[in-house]
């Protein structure tokens, strides 16, 4: 392993192990710093203020889901914390005082946070020349192109999915390119609008046709059979997408609507300019569930 590989290695581990420990000591920094400056000015009630403000803002800063937002809420959260300050001591250089080192300790949160995400986006940026340097037109390129797109998966969502060995009943019957669920705090149906704690993937290096759309329905019968999951999200991740005109995309709608057990199947096609969308945004400070989104949206 050469220097460059040894850096990447390391901050990659210092992101993956490192960033939720780090932010959660700055975290109950913040929390103790704005207790005692809240005291300071005469609040009795500082822990209930610190929870209606703060607390909640700052833990979405765990994942990295869309930035700018998350950014935005803790900023607007910090203006409403100096107005309260202010309401207390009624003398802007007292109110400066008070708030100075609850601004100071929120800066250095986010400056963490921004390190970590400009980690995660180099990471993705990566993934990604990896999926379109990837071969194509040989069955034999068909691993490289899927290795390609699970790593790009496995950091576009990081801290929002995380990528597990399926059930072993699932193992047992199917045979899943990748296998995710989703963590604590990933609002499925608000970012997507389908509700789904499981997300499956199968690749294709080619243009699929509708024996891969059956392919990935079937993986949603199984999961359906069992009572500790509820149907998943399926990604069919293709090089290509089909022509306008493909019968797949009829069949897509048609399984997408006939309900089965009081359940929708839901299986979306994603070519790489879709993956190429969700990096754009990513990279942007966007949410990149927003793809899924409109796709959802298409089938309507």
């Known amino acids: 392993m050469d220097v460059a590989d040894q850096y990447l290695d390391s901050v990659e581990q210092t992101i993956d192990e490192e960033y939720p420990n780090d932010l959660c000591v700055r975290e109950n920094k913040l929390k103790n710093i704005f207790q005692d400056s809240l005291v300071k000015v005469g609040c009795s009630t500082a822990r209930q203020h610190y929870q209606r403000l703060l607390k909640e803002h700052v833990t979405g800063l765990r994942n990295f889901a869309n930035p700018n937002r998350s ?170 997408a089909p022509g306008k005109n493909s019968p797949i995309w009829e069949l897509l709608k048609r399984i997408f609507h006939r309900r089965i057990e009081n359940e929708s199947r839901l299986i979306l096609i994603v070519d790489i300019e879709d993956l190429r969308a969700m990096r754009d945004t990513k990279l942007k400070g966007g949410d990149v569930a927003l793809t899924i989104k409109q796709k959802i949206t298409a089938l309507g």
């Open 71 to 240: 950014i935005e809420k803790l900023e607007n959260s910090l203006t409403e914390v100096e107005e309260l300050i202010q309401r207390f001591t009624l003398d802007a250089e007292t109110t400066k005082s008070a708030f100075k080192p609850i601004h100071e300790c929120i800066e250095d949160i986010l400056r963490c946070f921004s390190l970590a995400c400009s980690t995660v986006n180099g990471r993705v940026k990566d993934a990604f020349e990896k999926i379109e340097q990837s071969g194509h037109g040989r069955m034999e390129y068909g691993k490289e192109f899927e290795q390609a797109v699970i790593g790009f998966l496995d950091n576009l969502f990081f801290h929002e999915m995380i990528r597990k060995r399926p059930p072993k009943w699932a193992n047992r019957m199917i045979d899943l390119d990748a296998y995710y669920e989703t963590l604590e705090g990933f609002d499925a149906v608000a970012r997507t609008g389908f509700n789904f704690k499981r997300l499956v993937v199968e690749c294709k290096n080619k243009v699929p046709s509708t024996n891969d759309l059956m392919q990935c329905f079937k993986y949603t019968l199984y999961f359906q059979d069992t009572a500790a999951s509820k149907v998943p999200l399926a990604l069919l991740v293709s090089r290509f």
